[in-house]
């Protein structure tokens, strides 16, 4: 007898076997046994990221479910954009207070939707009573030599980011009731919010480029200094040079400079590159259609033991305290 | 600012740093980054599960973290024994609803008392607040040639079980008070349900050996069934022949019989080899140090459009009706 949890994994099953290509390459396994097989790419690695995502902490209890399906994958497939990788495969894992029909065909629909855009394979998973969790493990293929990493940013690159900054943020407050906003942003902030688009065909464009990259997920001010400890350098960042949406500048002013600098849930990459790829850099760009904006540059550190930190700075180059402390985000852990 | 599950994660990323191999090989890349890089063995391919624990679902609320974080990885390590897989790495998601230190130290022992000892290493993972659910995605690398799949059981096959089967589920009854038994059995009881060993070293050694292989996590009678379902064919099961533990012959015929059957929580191996390897099976047996007994064999289906089943009989052939129906076991989904 099955229970209604085995029937949901063969549901999710037998979706992803209809997307399996006609003559998977060689002996890769997939769903139906103890384990799926799987290989990078020839001379590549797999990159491999997990993020788990929890009711009332990362997502709100009404929320779509096609659009927490299209976010659930998206939020890892941007950390492989972040690697550079090329998406192969991922594990869904998850626990559910009750298998309701229509919650599971919107989330599996938004979900799948976005792996057949980036030919992702579901080939493994786990389905559970409990409280609503998900966890999705996500592989990617990736020349280790060409691999973005966080450790590699160079003092003089280029601070670049990609898209607009702040608008997920936007949307939480709005939905938190913190700000107002008229029919037309709100719908842009929310979309920020509920469906970010990884940028993949940036992180892919971007090999061989850059030096360093993330993808910013807790806010620019907590993400790049990721990069700065990881590469033991400093940088100096102009505060309005951060690129924002046209339905954020209609936002006060201090609530623009708190979304973008310290929003959260944005999975835009950021990244630095030397001077001299700049036209190497909007070329990338030009490739992914994504726009990108220089925001500021690496420094060596005075010394070996001073600590990587951020210099805030305005347009005209003049130093600017910016007090983030207090101002939270969606997955404040 | 760091929030207290940024330091779980710098805990357990230090703990994972301290096993790290000094001169890790190549381009390997581990905590700290959007994803680690990770590859098989030259010219295999990684073995890929992932099992997601729920309290009250697949432990208790009380359970010991050391045994919990044993048991987590263990039921992981299950799986890619069951492939014939050699252990690499895994990630490790979970939600807490505190950052409780003594608890948190007792589950990492436990979890990492494990890894070590199959040279298992943590290469990422995320912490959240939450209801308690720990999600964990295990890595091996096997030749795809040599993989033991659930698909390849041949008709005339003897099928093999490792260990003994029912400890766990007697251990849950015991847990439930379904029924009782002395100290010492309770103590057997309690280890098979809460410090499973998984079968690496037997499912290594029985690469090119045995036809089909998996493990036994929702009991005999469930799981024998994927095998003959993805290979085609029936078996015949001598229910006496099945082996269990002398704690377990202290307990009522027809509880030894429906836990050994439909128990659930073994994490033995059960496999299938040609009769021509018996010698083979039990040299592989000796080697990994792990008991195995030959408890039925594979047929073929009389007609192509049979379902596949499993025929119980007694030691003297004679055909036995089991009712396994009602007879939970922990993760009933």
């Not at 990788?85 to 599996?108: H, I, M, N, R, V």
């Not at 003089?156 to 938190?176: E, H, M």
Request: aromatic share 6%; hydrophobic share 45%.
């Amino acid at each position: 007898m099955l229970s209604e949890f085995s029937l949901i994994d063969r549901f999710f099953a037998r979706r992803a076997a209809a997307l399996r290509p006609p003559n998977p390459a060689g002996d890769t396994l997939g769903i139906g046994d103890d384990c799926a097989l799987l290989a990078p790419r020839a001379g590549e690695m797999l990159a491999i990221s997990t993020d788990m995502l929890v009711e009332g902490r990362h997502f709100f209890a009404d929320i779509d479910p096609h659009a927490l399906g299209h976010k659930a994958l998206a939020v890892n497939l941007s950390d492989l954009a972040a690697m550079g990788a090329q998406p192969q495969a991922f594990t869904l894992a998850f626990s559910l207070p009750k298998a309701d029909e229509a919650w599971l065909c919107g989330f599996s629909e938004g979900l799948f939707t976005l792996a057949e855009r980036y030919g992702c394979e579901l080939i493994g998973g786990d389905t559970t009573g409990g409280p609503l969790n998900l966890c999705i493990t996500v592989f990617g293929s990736v020349p280790p030599q060409t691999a973005l990493r966080r450790d590699t940013a160079q003092p003089g690159d280029d601070i670049w980011v990609s898209g607009t900054l702040g608008d997920a943020r936007a949307g939480l407050g709005l939905q938190r009731g913190e700000w107002s906003a008229d029919a037309n942003d709100i719908a842009t902030f929310r979309q920020a919010l509920e469906r970010p688009e990884p940028r993949v065909a940036l992180g892919l464009a971007l090999r061989g480029i850059a030096h360093a990259a993330l993808d910013l997920s807790d806010g620019l001010a907590g993400d790049l200094l990721h990069i700065l400890e990881r590469s033991s350098v400093g940088a100096s960042v102009d505060v309005d040079a951060v690129p924002r949406s046209a339905a954020l500048r209609r936002l006060p002013h201090d609530v623009q400079q708190r979304c973008t600098l310290a929003g959260g849930d944005d999975y835009e990459l950021c990244f630095t590159a030397p001077v001299a790829a700049r036209a190497a850099v909007e070329a990338a760009a030009h490739k992914a259609s994504v726009p990108v904006t220089r925001i500021g540059t690496i420094s060596a550190l005075a010394a070996a033991t001073d600590r990587p930190a951020i210099a805030w700075r305005n347009a005209t180059g003049a130093p600017l305290t910016v007090t983030l402390q207090g101002f939270d985000h969606f997955h404040a852990e």
